[in-house]
């Protein structure tokens, strides 16, 4: 039985996992709940190479709750592929509002030194009105 087992394993490693093309991981189902009790109570070392092949062994009382812990998992790493995904984002949001403060600072500065420029053409122009007094600055 043991051997017969471990060729099974074997066999839907080799058949079912096609790393780029299936999952990761396959399902060997065995229909009877008595068969499945007795690999697991007097083989663990086939459940150890099975699992080491990511060939989950199941019987019909336990295969239920392995879909819905896989249809979790893979829920799981949806939501994390998204989140991945807005952080991201996020990061490029972030990136652009710095340069857009760098970009605001410069033009601050640039601000700054046009109203330097006008009041010096203010008071040059006031200084000149003082020569030709008929010129009238607004």
Same mark, same amino acid.
């Given at each position: 039985?043991?051997?017969?087992?471990?060729?099974?394993?074997? %066999?839907?490693?080799?058949?079912?996992i096609i790393?780029?093309?299936?999952?990761?991981?396959?399902?060997l189902?065995?229909p009877?709940?008595?068969?499945?009790?007795?690999i697991?109570?007097?083989?663990?070392?086939?459940?150890a190479?099975?699992q080491?092949?990511? !060939?989950?062994i199941?019987?019909?009382?336990? *295969?239920m709750?392995?879909?819905?812990?896989?249809?979790?998992?893979?829920?799981? %790493?949806?939501? %994390?592929?998204?989140?991945?995904?807005?952080?991201?984002?996020?990061d490029?949001?972030?990136?652009?509002?710095?340069?857009?403060?760098?970009?605001?600072?410069?033009?601050?500065? !640039?601000?700054?030194?046009?109203?330097?420029?006008?009041q010096?053409? *203010?008071l040059?122009?006031?200084?000149s009105?003082?020569?030709?007094?008929?010129?009238v600055?607004?």
């Amino acid at each position: 039985m043991q051997t017969h087992l471990l060729s099974h394993i074997k %066999a839907v490693h080799t058949k079912y996992i096609i790393p780029g093309v299936t999952g990761d991981s396959a399902i060997l189902f065995i229909p009877s709940e008595t068969i499945f009790n007795e690999i697991i109570e007097h083989f663990p070392h086939v459940m150890a190479e099975a699992q080491s092949k990511k !060939v989950w062994i199941t019987s019909p009382n336990t *295969l239920m709750a392995l879909l819905t812990s896989m249809r979790g998992l893979l829920r799981n %790493a949806n939501v %994390a592929e998204k989140a991945t995904a807005i952080f991201s984002e996020f990061d490029a949001v972030m990136l652009d509002v710095d340069r857009l403060l760098t970009r605001s600072s410069k033009v601050e500065k !640039v601000r700054d030194k046009i109203g330097n420029i006008l009041q010096a053409s *203010l008071l040059i122009a006031r200084r000149s009105n003082l020569i030709w007094p008929e010129r009238v600055l607004g």
